[in-house]
């Protein structure tokens, strides 16, 4: 089967940019399995009827790292997740950036506590712009080096 003419062949994982909430390089599962994408949050405060606070973990190693946004509530919705307990999740609208690819995407707000990746890209968010092959990660978003390379010289 031919990708489509638009399509960017992608890794499982991924480095992300949120560029509405000043997030980058968070570390991403792009899953064909999942329809609604999701991120990592520790605990979220309902302000009003549009808006939402929330303490994204965009890092959990070496260092936690987390970061208060606040943003428009796009809606509210009910999410059976992988474990099989229905819940009720918010949902935020804004930008993600893969590589030089921008588009906007629903965020589900959802504890990702011992989970691998702090985001989660369903395939609601995929659809048309990648093909995700499962067998390799960091295709479109090169893994920085945690050790500088030395100098030969």
């Given at each position: 089967?031919?990708?489509?003419?638009?399509?960017?062949?992608?890794?499982?994982?991924?480095?992300?940019?949120?560029?509405?909430?000043?997030?980058?390089?968070?570390?991403?599962?792009?899953?064909?399995?999942?329809?609604?994408?999701?991120?990592?949050?520790?605990?979220?405060?309902?302000?009003?009827?549009?808006?939402?606070?929330?303490?994204?973990?965009?890092?959990?190693?070496?260092?936690?790292?987390?970061?208060?946004?606040?943003?428009?509530?796009?809606?509210?919705?009910?999410?059976?997740?992988?474990?099989?307990?229905?819940?009720?999740?918010?949902?935020?609208?804004?930008?993600?950036?893969?590589?030089?690819?921008?588009?906007?995407?629903?965020?589900?707000?959802?504890?990702?506590?011992?989970?691998?990746?702090?985001?989660?890209?369903?395939?609601?968010?995929?659809?048309?712009?990648?093909?995700v092959d499962s067998?390799?990660?960091?295709?479109?978003?090169?893994?920085?080096?945690?050790?500088?390379?030395?100098?030969?010289?």
């Amino acid at each position: 089967m031919k990708p489509k003419r638009n399509t960017e062949i992608a890794g499982w994982s991924e480095r992300v940019d949120v560029p509405d909430w000043g997030l980058n390089r968070v570390r991403a599962k792009l899953d064909t399995g999942a329809r609604t994408s999701a991120i990592d949050v520790a605990q979220f405060e309902i302000i009003d009827d549009e808006h939402v606070r929330f303490e994204v973990v965009y890092r959990v190693t070496p260092t936690r790292l987390t970061k208060w946004i606040e943003a428009r509530c796009s809606r509210v919705t009910r999410v059976k997740p992988s474990h099989g307990q229905p819940q009720d999740r918010v949902v935020c609208l804004t930008t993600l950036r893969i590589g030089d690819n921008e588009f906007e995407a629903e965020l589900g707000l959802v504890c990702r506590k011992g989970m691998l990746c702090r985001m989660l890209i369903g395939r609601s968010a995929l659809a048309d712009r990648f093909l995700v092959d499962s067998s390799r990660k960091y295709v479109i978003t090169k893994k920085k080096r945690s050790n500088p390379p030395k100098d030969s010289t």
